[in-house]
Each structure stands twice: as structure tokens, then as C-alpha cells.
């Protein structure tokens, strides 16, 4: 099971972007499909995109579709959330999640492992 550990969020004003980064420890990272949620204050969790264990399907949100971009690196054991023209209502709470399964489009939410989420503020 590998451990996560996002990084990369912070405040951003409207039209601006951010890059989340999700590390992984632990053995075989390259196996795992990679998947980032967000929770925003009193909202359910909210997939956002997910990623297969070679990085060459990939899967979005309709609302993140054309400003985020999902991606890995298996050799640094990281996953990538490139965000543009973020909107306030991108505010949340981002998390990474790590799955052995095959990717699936709706994800799995009850994924091997979590990480502790990221905040990322999105101001007017």
C-alpha cells in the first residue's frame, strides 16, 4: 500500500493556476491508478480526474475538462494536477487517492489509499 502525501496548493486569484502534486511512497506506484477528488466546506467529494497506471488514459470531470490536466511521473512516484483559468468555486480541498484496480470512469470511491488533501483557495 503506498502512502500519499499532496503538496502545491495555496491562494490564487480567479483566472490564475496551480499545480498540485501528489507524491507516493512505498513499492510499486507505477500499478496503481491515480485519482484527485475535491471536497469544498459542506459539498460531497467531487472526482475531479484520474489517471491509469501507464499515464496513457486519462479521465475528467465535465467541469475540469479543458483547464486541468492529470498526469504522472512513475519514476519520481508522483501524480500531477496541472489547474488553469481556476473559478472560485474550484475552492476546496484536493485529494489524491491510489487504486490497484483497472481505471474506471466513474472511479472508485473507496480507493487503497488517500492522502491528507491540499487546500486550494481561488479568490475573485
Known amino acids: 500500500q503506498v502512502q500519499l502525501v499532496e503538496s502545491g496548493g495555496g491562494l490564487v486569484q480567479a483566472g490564475g493556476s496551480l499545480r498540485l502534486s501528489c507524491a507516493a511512497s512505498?513499492?510499486?506506484?507505477?500499478?496503481?491508478?491515480m485519482t484527485w477528488f475535491r471536497q469544498a466546506p459542506g459539498k460531497e467529494r467531487q472526482f475531479v480526474a484520474t489517471?491509469?497506471?501507464?499515464?496513457?488514459?486519462?479521465y475528467y470531470a465535465d467541469f475540469a475538462k479543458g483547464r486541468f490536466t492529470i498526469s504522472r511521473d512513475n519514476a519520481k512516484s508522483t501524480a500531477y494536477l496541472q489547474m488553469n483559468s481556476l473559478k472560485p468555486e474550484d475552492t476546496a480541498v484536493y485529494l489524491c487517492?491510489?487504486?490497484?484496480?483497472?481505471?474506471?470512469?466513474?472511479?472508485?470511491?473507496?480507493?487503497?489509499?488517500w492522502g491528507q488533501g491540499t487546500q486550494v483557495t481561488v479568490s475573485t
Open positions: 487517492a491510489a487504486d490497484g484496480g483497472l481505471i474506471t470512469l466513474p472511479p472508485t470511491t473507496n480507493p487503497q489509499s
Open positions: 489517471i491509469s497506471a501507464s499515464g496513457r488514459t486519462t
Open positions: 512505498g513499492r510499486f506506484f507505477s500499478t496503481y491508478t
